[in-house]
């Protein structure tokens, strides 16, 4: 025999002699298991039967909380009915409440209206009074001022005739030296015709500007290229604005310079005379 042939029939030998002890040990512990299954059994029946009374009982405890629920539902369904009537009388009284809370309301509203009304009523009645009173004392004022109008109006109606009369006087020497300009003129015109000069020492107008300002001495832009000659007086102004008058003193062909003459100063000038160059100069202003 082989040694494989005698490991194989050892194993069948080990094989054979477990199963044995298994099945002898699987048998002994089923006749112990069978015991124990009875046995619990018993116990198990004897359980079921006590829980179908306690089903029993509990099944008339849920019948009896059945019946008083439902007896309860039938209260709470008329509490319900009650609550429900209760809420309504509730929304009627809101409702009334709200519509007597609005009346009052409307009534303050008019109150006030009627109070500030009477308010507004007293003041224009004050105003109105104050109007009167001032209007009478503008009437008063009035009737004096009227008074005083008519003693004016009579003094001036006097110095109006005597200004008529002023003013006639006047008219009458326009008219004679009218009459004398115009024998003049016929004088003149004969004496151009017979070739006789006649220089009336008029000055030409003559425009310019200031040039320069040197220790009150003012140098202007014309000189005797456009007839400047010494002695004529031109007049200063800064557009609208007269300031001074000066006198030619020195005479160049394209400029001239002269000196401030204090009487032509304002008042308001305190003595200075406030030239500028660029200031505008003529002989006459127009």
Known sequence: ?????KVFVILNLVLSITFAVFVSYFYK?????RAFYNELKVASDTTIKQKNLDIVDRDQVILGLTNKNAALRT??????????ALN????ALQIEIQGQAATIKTLNNNAEKQTNLLASMKNDARQLQDKVNELQKQAEVAIREKDQ???T????????????????ACNESIHRLELENNSHQLIF???????????????PTITGNVTGLNRGVVMISVGSDDRVKEGYVFAIARGEHFICNIRIDKVWPDEASGVVLPDSLRPEANGQADIKVGDYVATHLQ
């Open 149 to 151: 109008a008519l003693d």
């Open 29 to 33: 512990h089923a006749q112990n298991w």
């Open 153 to 168: 109006y009579h003094e001036n109606e006097l110095k109006l005739k005597d200004l008529n009369n002023i003013l006639q």
């Open 75 to 84: 209260e709470i369904s008329a509490r319900n009915g009650e609550i429900s």
């Open 189 to 203: 015109n004969e004496m151009r015709r017979k070739g006789i000069p006649i220089d009336l020492g008029a000055t």
């Open 88 to 91: 309504q009388e509730k929304n």
């Open 1 to 5: 025999m082989s040694t494989l042939s």
